[in-house]
């Protein structure tokens, strides 16, 4: 893939921040997402890819755009798979809370998994740790493991995982073991991929999440040299079908980095929305702009680049915002 599809593909992601950001705290979280999605699928048709979503906003009788064996792109250029959230953490945005952004992938045909909409459980690492750990071990065993590597004591771990009810079994084993907790209310890939950017220091992310934010997160942490373990939570025969259906054979299997996201080139980008683990959100300034954050960043020459811009609002923009 052409390096300059990393910046065309932040354009992107940035469009769909943009357009989601007037519904920050407006309490409508459906309208966020339309919003984020139109905002995307538009700009997806200028860059030059041949390119199928493979994870999107659902299959097409729920989504009119970008829903899953959609093709986008300009129909010139490498043919790629797509997987898209335009907006991570709707209701975050919806109430006006942190940890909102628009999220883009892109790699070789094939590479990606076609995970279908339901849980997963997930462990993510960093460097240090990647290809050192297993998701089948207990979590007082993976805990012991990160600490003898890192060769530090328990007390000096920090572990990130959701603040939901189903956690409330490994939570209460986290803090039997002395380690730190950092509990993140939303945002599963940017809590997935801060865990190989030392300046957050957070040793391991556990717990389970969606599936296609697990390969979202598992494309951030391919260009960054981390890991992600999952496996797919099946909870009934329809989920079991359903994967069969998306081509999962075997969905009891523990998925690795070239399960989710293959072994090629892998670009990944993200807008912040609202503040994040991983990136500032939109700002409104003075005169009628927008100040966004980006990451971009790229499998195969290890390129993380951060972009914080300005944009003037056309008109149209500003009438629908009031």
Request: charged share 25%; glycine share 12%; hydrophobic share 45%.
């Amino acid at each position: 893939m052409d390096r300059k599809l990393a910046l065309e593909i932040v354009r992107i992601t940035e469009a769909g921040a943009m357009a989601s950001s007037d519904w920050i705290g407006r309490g409508d979280k459906h309208c966020a997402d339309e919003a984020a999605t139109a905002a995307m699928r538009s700009m997806l048709d200028t860059v030059p890819i041949k390119g199928k979503v493979v994870i999107g906003e659902g299959e097409m009788d729920e989504a009119p755009m970008l829903f899953i064996g959609e093709q986008v792109g300009n129909g010139t250029g490498p043919e790629v798979d797509v997987a898209v959230d335009p907006l991570e953490g709707t209701e975050a945005v919806a109430n006006g809370r942190d940890h909102g952004m628009s999220v883009i992938a892109i790699a070789e045909r094939g590479a990606l998994l076609h995970a279908p909409d339901m849980y997963m459980r997930k462990l993510a690492v960093g460097p240090l740790l990647a290809g050192k750990l297993s998701l089948d071990d207990p979590v007082e065993v993976t805990l012991e493991k990160v600490a003898s590597i890192l060769n530090k004591p328990l007390m000096e771990l920090t572990v990130m995982i959701l603040n939901r009810t189903r956690h409330e079994g490994i939570i209460d084993t986290l803090r039997k073991a002395g380690v730190r907790i950092k509990l993140l209310e939303h945002g599963d890939v940017a809590g997935a991929i801060v865990t190989a950017i030392p300046e957050h220091g957070i040793d391991l992310y556990i717990g389970s999440g969606g599936a296609p934010e697990g390969v979202l997160a598992a494309a951030g942490l391919r260009c960054l040299g981390g890991e992600l373990q999952g496996r797919l939570w099946v909870t009934s025969d329809e989920e079991r079908r359903r994967c069969e259906w998306m081509g999962i054979s075997n969905p009891d299997q523990l998925l690795r980095m070239k399960d989710m996201v293959g072994t090629g080139d892998v670009i990944f980008a993200a807008t912040g929305i609202t503040d994040s683990a991983l990136l500032k959100g939109i700002r409104f300034l003075p005169g009628d702009r927008i100040e966004s954050h980006s990451v971009m960043m790229r499998a195969k020459t290890g390129t993380i680049r951060h972009l914080q811009s300005i944009h003037h609002l056309p008109a149209k923009r500003k009438q629908a915002m009031g």
